[in-house]
């Protein structure tokens, strides 16, 4: 164990941000309620009073803010209009970013010892999100969209693998989020199910991807990326519950995300969803083959009874070749593009500005029109060149690495243990194999980064306290 240090008392209660930030807080409340009657705004003064007691609660509990984005961003990111545009800015801008500075805050004028971790993945991560930006200021034509979408697509996915990195969420806090992800589930396969049998019920912004399925979420790839993260976050739960009928239902939600995911009619997330099941197969065998069983006796019967038209219409997507050839002539322009300019690419968010100079027929394959590359790791290497790439990959790479290295030493169940640890990696591995698939880096939703840092976040968390300054611990701290 490392060693700990006794903290001076009075030193502590000064400077702890727990004590003082509640005062400035009410201060600046207080300030804020008189200038809003002073202006006769005075129905502003409920929400103000409101948001005071909510404040409090996030500084007691900051794990809230997770869960609080989890539970409101996927639902309402695609909505038009104003009232979600400002949940957009209070959830996604200030909510994250405000709670990693308190955060960061909290630990830089605290008296234990380790209470910023801060290593090399976390390093590159610092390099990384430096060096977007001077692409950026660099390269970029315009700018200051550019900065826009590296704030909602870098920043907040980076703020929230740091709250992760600084909080170290236990198992009573992943059980919390089991109700968000049951939830979740239920209503992304809810509103994909009504938007392909009933699509008179749903808002027009939830019904952009004609012939696909995609939730609240606009396409496909960020959907099923999304729906393997709340299973697999519910599937620990589910094998630790030890009542059967609470064990039955969570495990009958997340069969519900793996059709789901069958259900989006994409490639791309047919194969993340197979990489998934052979990671689950390798971890539990006989239970999930017995599973599979089950699983395919109700596919074929549904498909037979129920889901004629929707069984054909995915074996016409699996034997498609206009889709194909169209990805083929984007592979190439966008490694065309980024064979140009391999160093440091063109300029953050200018792959679409450059690519049609690079579009061609491909053989006896003819374009039609110019797409953006529907490849994540394309666009980041068409635009930041390999120094990006590089940098990008290196946070995952070395996590990955320090994992493998200590599978003999954790526990072998539990949301401590081995199996959730892979179980977040392949979260990790399916949307990066849906991002193969669809470009989830250049899109305007950021939710499928959030979720690719935050279970990042949360194999950090779980890894890093079996080492110090790189070095593997005789015990964990």
Not at 42 to 51: I, R, S
Not at 172 to 192: E, K, N, T, W
Not at 398 to 404: A, E, T, V
Request: aromatic share 14%; with cysteine; charged share 10%.
């Amino acid at each position: 164990m490392p060693e700990q240090t006794i903290p001076n008392t009075s030193s502590q209660s000064l400077l702890a941000l727990d004590n003082w930030l509640p005062i400035v807080g009410g201060i600046a409340a207080g300030i804020g309620a008189a200038a809003l009657m002073a202006g006769e705004n005075w129905y502003l003064f409920a929400p103000l009073l409101l948001a005071i007691p909510a404040a409090l609660l996030f500084i007691r509990y900051p794990f809230l803010a997770v869960m609080v984005w989890m539970l409101v961003f996927p639902f309402m990111v695609e909505m038009h209009g104003v009232g979600p545009r400002y949940i957009y800015w209070l959830v996604h801008r200030a909510l994250i970013p405000g709670t990693f500075i308190f955060l960061f805050l909290r630990g830089l004028f605290s008296q234990r010892r380790r209470s910023l971790p801060f290593g090399l993945p976390d390093l590159f991560i610092v390099l990384f999100f430096l060096y977007v930006l001077a692409n950026a200021f660099l390269l970029s034509r315009p700018r200051i969209p550019s900065f826009v979408h590296i704030y909602d697509r870098f920043l907040v996915p980076f703020c929230m693998y740091g709250i992760l990195r600084l909080l170290a969420p236990g198992r009573a806090d992943m059980l919390r989020l089991a109700p968000i992800a049951f939830v979740s589930l239920a209503v992304q396969c809810g509103v994909s199910f009504l938007s392909w049998f009933r699509p008179g019920v749903l808002p027009a912004y939830w019904l952009t991807n004609p012939g696909r399925t995609t939730g609240t979420l606009g396409t496909p790839a960020i959907y099923t990326g999304v729906l393997m993260v709340f299973a697999l976050l519910l599937l620990p739960a589910a094998l630790e519950s030890k009542k059967w009928w609470l064990r039955g239902l969570l495990l009958t939600s997340v069969f519900l995300g793996f059709f789901g995911v069958f259900f989006s009619f994409s490639r791309g997330s047919w194969v993340g969803g197979v990489i998934v099941l052979i990671g689950l197969l390798r971890l539990y065998p006989s239970k999930m083959l017995r599973a599979a069983v089950v699983v395919a006796i109700v596919m074929v019967l549904a498909g037979s009874l129920f889901l004629q038209e929707e069984m054909n219409w995915a074996s016409e997507r699996l034997g498609s070749q206009k889709t194909a050839e169209g990805r083929i002539i984007n592979f190439v322009a966008g490694s065309s593009l980024a064979a140009a300019r391999p160093i440091f690419g063109w300029g953050y968010d200018n792959y679409n500005l450059n690519v049609a100079r690079y579009t061609q027929n491909v053989g006896s394959i003819w374009y039609e029109k110019i797409h953006s590359s529907h490849n994540s790791t394309l666009t980041i290497l068409a635009e930041l060149g390999l120094v990006g790439l590089v940098l990008s990959a290196l946070p995952a790479l070395i996590w990955l690495h320090r994992s493998l290295k200590i599978r003999r030493q954790m526990p072998q169940q539990g949301f401590e243990g081995w199996p959730f640890l892979v179980m977040l990696w392949l979260c990790v591995l399916n949307l990066f194999a849906v991002s193969s698939f669809s470009d989830i880096v250049s899109t305007s939703n950021p939710t499928g980064l959030v979720f690719f840092w935050m279970a990042l976040g949360l194999i950090a968390s779980l890894v890093d306290p079996y080492f110090e300054r790189g070095q593997l611990r005789s015990q964990p701290s």
